[in-house]
């Protein structure tokens, strides 16, 4: 999961290093770095897209770890219980300088939504960009759903970078209702009959189902992070 700590890695972050002083030109290459993150995701993600365990193995090639998505794996780059042949497909992937500030783009939930969602609205620009391959109206409708997918998503993220577990939960469900939206509009029946879609629809199911399946693991995460007693009532309890 993006977070599984009450305190905000990116908090003590900031604090760690002390004063960070990154002009345009600093967070520009910053930003690059994060961008190139996502395309490197994105490429593991494709030669996986057959395997049944795409989303693991790709994580696991980005050095994330196969069970627990974390920012720490991002971070640290390494994990004790990765075998030799996890640590050397994880050495592919430049994770950036160790002195570069922790930001909610280095979470792996967030490169992984990102680097699907792009991957669909490339597609889907490319088949719809002249109206004799797709009607104006389904165009419309389904990219407009995807956008909102992708926001409701992207806000999600960001809550639970930031330790809100329950909002995060809010915000997947409210994503996962408009990713519902967005497989509507792609499925109609009366799409059944437009041969232009048929390409795409190979791509995008897959991709629209696994977003679901990266967001229902993190929803069930932070519920159990929820369901977990906070320390003060551990000491409470050891009190009485």
């Given at each position: ?19 960070l002083v ?20 994105l490429s ?99 990219y407009a ?96």
């Amino acid at each position: 999961m993006g977070n599984t700590n009450s305190e905000n890695p990116s908090d003590n972050d900031w604090e760690d290093r002390g004063e960070l002083v990154w002009n345009e030109f600093d967070w520009e290459r910053y930003l690059r770095q994060q961008d190139e993150t996502v395309l490197k995701y994105l490429s593991f993600y494709e030669e996986l897209k057959t395997t049944p365990e795409r989303l693991d193995e790709a994580a696991k090639r980005m050095g994330w770890g196969v069970e627990e998505w974390t920012s720490e794996a991002v971070l640290d780059g390494d994990d004790e219980d990765d075998d030799e042949d996890e640590d050397d497909e994880a050495s592919e992937v430049d994770l950036g300088d160790e002195s570069d500030p922790y930001t909610l783009h280095k979470n792996p939930i967030y490169v992984a939504t990102r680097a699907l969602f792009l991957s669909l609205k490339r597609a889907w620009e490319q088949l719809a960009d002249a109206p004799d391959r797709v009607p104006q109206k389904l165009a419309l409708s389904y990219y407009a759903a995807l956008l909102r997918t992708e926001d409701q998503a992207m806000q999600a993220v960001s809550a639970l970078d930031f330790g809100d577990y329950a909002m995060a939960i809010s915000l997947f469900k409210r994503a996962l209702r408009d990713l519902n939206a967005t497989l509507a509009a792609l499925l109609a029946e009366e799409n059944d009959a437009i041969r232009s879609l048929v390409h795409y629809r190979a791509l995008a199911l897959p991709r629209l189902f696994d977003l679901r399946e990266v967001w229902l693991r993190v929803m069930s995460e932070c519920r159990d992070e929820l369901a977990r007693p906070s320390s003060e009532e551990t000491d409470e309890e050891s009190e009485d």
